[in-house]
């Protein structure tokens, strides 16, 4: 007789990867956004979303990042009222920076090494 675990290899795998992001989130070793795959869709997710919420920007989608073959980064939502958010990172060389526009407006042009480190601090 054989049994089927709840939990399967590639679920195991999943969720140990999750934890390995979780802890270098902030960390110098995120630096680099071509070197580390497609673990950094989500750095970069992350960092526009959090610009977004500090400027007070309405979110009715959140960016949602890709990245193509030769590590271009681009990132579309929509802000309240319908407005396109566009995220690009023009070069990852060296430290990535990225340019957010909220309806063709420029609202950010910066770091997103500094945004994720700036947002990984622990408040006291």
Do not use: H, W
């Amino acid at each position: 007789m054989t049994t089927t675990s709840r939990y399967s290899r590639p679920r195991l795998t999943l969720a140990g990867g999750l934890l390995c992001i979780a802890a270098l989130c902030g960390c110098s070793q995120a630096k680099g956004l071509a070197v580390q795959g497609n673990m950094n869709v989500i750095y970069l997710e992350t960092a526009a979303t959090d610009v977004l919420v500090a400027q007070q920007i309405g979110v009715q989608s959140k960016p949602v990042c890709t990245v193509n073959g030769s590590a271009d980064y681009s990132c579309t939502g929509t802000a309240t009222g319908g407005a396109p958010i566009d995220v690009t990172v023009p070069e990852t060389a060296g430290d990535p920076i990225m340019v957010i526009t909220v309806g063709g407006a420029t609202v950010f042009t910066g770091s997103v090494l500094d945004v994720i480190e700036a947002n990984s601090q622990a408040s006291p």
